[in-house]
């Protein structure tokens, strides 16, 4: 049987917190986000920015709550910060 990665709320905040975003354990993927945009610098817009791209182009499956907060949370900070 074949399994598939799988990008779920969990992988996500540790992924965030790899890059020294702290996000509680039982926030939302939104508010993960939100977290991560607070305070955002240069050094931090590029690292988000990476952690995004792997995300999308390694062929997981990301969880649709984690995808959309990406899509309407973090994506368009990562835009105003370019």
Do not use: Y
């Amino acid at each position: 049987m074949m399994h598939a990665d799988l990008i779920d709320q969990e992988d996500f905040r540790d992924r965030l917190l790899s890059l020294g975003v702290f996000v509680p354990g039982d926030a939302s993927a939104a508010q993960a986000c939100e977290l991560a945009i607070l305070g955002m610098t240069p050094d931090r817009a590029a690292a988000l920015k990476r952690m995004v791209e792997d995300m999308l182009g390694s062929g997981a499956t990301i969880l649709p709550a984690v995808r959309e907060a990406i899509s309407r949370n973090l994506l368009p900070a990562l835009v105003k910060a370019h």
